[in-house]
Every structure is written in C-alpha cells, then in structure tokens.
C-alpha cells in the first residue's frame, strides 16, 4: 500500500523506515514495540532456566507447564476454559499464531468478514489461504468500535470467519460489550467461526471495558483465541504467542506448526511461565505509563486541530489528518523528513484511510513532548511556506 507524495514520488511504509534509518536523531512512533524492559522476574526465570539447562526440546504444543498456565490464565482473566492437554497451542509470536490460524480454518473461496482499519498481516495470510476478504468500515464518531449492523449486512453463504481485533490495532478501539454480544448471536446464527485477537488486552483506559467472546454461551466452540506474551509484558523479542480454541482446530494448527519450526523457543517458554504465573503488579506499571503518554499525545493533538477516534485501549492513537489539508502520507513524509519523527500513514492499514495516521505511546514522554514540538514546527513551516 503507497501513496504518491510531492513531484509524483510514490512512498509507502517500508520506504519510510528506509528514509528514517539513513537520518540521524529520528524519533519513532511508528512500530508498534514496547519499550519498556521486560520485568525483572521473567528475565530471571530465562537465565534460571539457562543456568539449570532446561534448554532442550519442548513438545510443538508447548511445554505443559506453560499450557497450563495459559489454561488458568484465560480462565481467570477471560472466563475462558481450554483444556491445556487438547485446547492450547504455544506459538513463535503471534505473528505465527495468526498465521498458523488462517491456514488451517481457510479454504480457497472462503470469506473472512474484517473490521476496517486492520493489522494487514491478515490481509497476507487470508490471501496466502485463497479466502476472501470482506470488509467491515468503522469509524471515528464510535471509536472505530465494530457495527454488528454492519457485520449482518456483509453475511453471505461463503462468509466462513469473523475476525475481531480488540483493543484494536491501528485504531486502539474495542468491541464494546454490547456489540460483542451481538456479534455473537450472529455468530451462532450464521454459523461463522470467530478469532478473536486479544494481544492488547491488558491496555484500556478509562475504565473501559470489554469482554472475551468466546466467554460467552455457544461461543466456546466456535472461537480462536489468539494472545501472547509480546506486548503484555513487554516480550516482543522473546516469540511467544498462543492460540486457544477446539481440540480438532489445535491439532491441524498444531500440524502445520510441527512442519515450520517445530516448537515455540524453550526459554523464552519457560520465561513465559514466570510471566503468566508470577506477579502482575509490573503490567498495571506498564498500563498506567501508556495512560500518561496517552493524555500527553491526546492533548498534544487537541491543540494542533487534530481529531481522533477515542483510544479506548492499545498501544496507539489513529488521527485523523483532514484538518491540516494535507494527506496522511504526504504528512508522514513532512515529519520524517523536515521533523525527524518516523509515523506510519493509514494507508499501511488499509487503502481506505489515507486521511489517517498511527502514532504509537512507546517513547518515554520527555522523548513525546520533543516530538510534538518538531511537528508543531513542521507544520507551521508547511503552513508558511517555508518548507
């Protein structure tokens, strides 16, 4: 996905990161890593793990200490049950859980029902499946939460999985309760299989709410649920995602695992235990400096005319750039290239949306506030003429 900028050049995320690595002092609020340290807790159960060498092999669904853990988790958290023996498969990353999951439920012709803006890896992986998507707009006056109006209308024979992203990545909205509950009903009505991808779900703000679908009655046997341990507990170098849903659904997904790498890192494994079983205090830590960096951008972006669906959970804000006539690629291009400040464009998250932009809450909020004021002064040049 591209756009053209300034005397026809055409650019698009990739070439963005390019133009950001050849500058010096970029300021980065454009991938989505935490960069918070992973607590201290999980980092000693790693080197305990090395140091007792606990290193070898582990089974491709995952150590059965970290089933289980994950099998109390989602029942403690989520209202979830999984069997840790049949229902849960230990992955490297969510990156792989995703796609792992589109394989096996896919068929060519299937449709996939998605909510638009959407994390696009899915995009990839339903094409890689020969699915077909079928897109579900949402928009900033709901806090891009999922219309299940909207959803009904999109129904066909062929519809096969509803996709639900929640806390949602780019637009940080959730599924409300309400909604969820809705979408659940057609769910069973329509017979659809549900994945509901949860990676974020320890980030709402506000005292927003939102539940796990697959909590809810008739949804058990009918949902994926996808999470891991990557942006919770600031563990995106360590590859460990999961997915929970029916033993029969595992066991294919399990398959094509054993046929890609074999198993999940058996450290990184053991370190997830420590995460899942160990104190949680660390992620409301994490939550609460998220909110503050939160507030800084939000009221930022108030000030320079920017609007913005609610971000009601996540890691980001998804602007909306209409207010400053200039498109959202375009823009990003100004920032990095006059400002210093690497953000990604809506139109990395779906053609539909080059009027928006994802900046990210992972700098330090000292490291925020200088990037505000380089887009501040950016934007005024622009504005002038001076740029």
């Avoid at 935490?34 to 790693?46: C, K």
């Avoid at 069997?83 to 996939?112: K, M, N, R, S, Y």
């Avoid at 320890?202 to 009918?222: H, N, V």
């Avoid at 503050?292 to 009601?312: I, K, V």
């Amino acid at each position: 996905m591209s756009s053209v900028i300034g005397g026809g050049k055409t650019i698009n995320i990739f070439d963005l990161q390019e133009l950001a690595r050849s500058k010096k002092n970029v300021i980065s609020m454009g991938l989505g890593d935490p960069d918070l340290p992973t607590p201290a807790h999980i980092v000693a159960a790693a080197k305990a793990a090395i140091d007792e060498g606990r290193t070898g092999p582990a089974p491709t669904r995952g150590l059965l200490e970290l089933r289980q853990a994950i099998s109390d988790k989602l029942q403690r958290d989520n209202g979830i049950l999984a069997d840790p023996e049949t229902e849960i498969l230990v992955t490297t990353g969510g990156q792989e859980a995703l796609f792992l999951l589109i394989q096996a439920l896919i068929e060519p012709g299937d449709e996939v029902i998605v909510p638009d803006p959407r994390y696009t890896s899915y995009d990839e992986a339903i094409n890689v499946a020969g699915g077909q998507m079928v897109l579900v707009p949402t928009d900033e006056a709901h806090a891009f939460d999922l219309d299940p109006v909207e959803v009904e209308k999109r129904i066909t024979p062929k519809s096969k999985v509803l996709l639900l992203i929640s806390p949602n990545n780019p637009t940080a909205g959730i599924v409300s309760p309400d909604n969820a509950r809705q979408l659940a009903r057609l769910a069973i009505e329509h017979n659809l299989i549900v994945i509901s991808d949860e990676i974020y779900e320890k980030f709402l703000y506000d005292g927003a709410t939102q539940i796990s679908i697959a909590s809810l009655p008739g949804m058990r046997e009918r949902t994926i649920t996808l999470n891991g341990a990557s942006k919770t507990y600031a563990m995106t170098g360590w590859r460990i995602g999961y997915l929970a849903g029916p033993p029969e659904f595992i066991s294919i997904a399990a398959a094509l695992k054993d046929m890609v790498n074999v198993q999940a890192p058996t450290v990184s494994q053991w370190a997830a235990v420590a995460a899942l079983t160990g104190p949680q205090d660390c992620v409301e830590q994490m939550r609460q400096t998220y909110a503050e960096r939160r507030a800084l951008l939000m009221s930022a972006l108030d000030d320079m005319g920017f609007s913005y669906g609610t971000p009601h959970g996540a890691l980001y804000i998804w602007a909306n750039t209409s207010s400053t006539g200039i498109e959202a690629t375009q823009l990003s291009y100004l920032f990095l290239d006059k400002a210093g400040v690497l953000i990604f464009p809506g139109t990395g998250f779906g053609d539909n949306w080059g009027n928006y932009m994802r900046m990210t809450l992972l700098q330090p909020k000292e490291v925020l506030e200088q990037a505000v004021e380089r887009m501040r002064s950016a934007l005024a040049d622009y504005r002038a003429g001076l740029v």
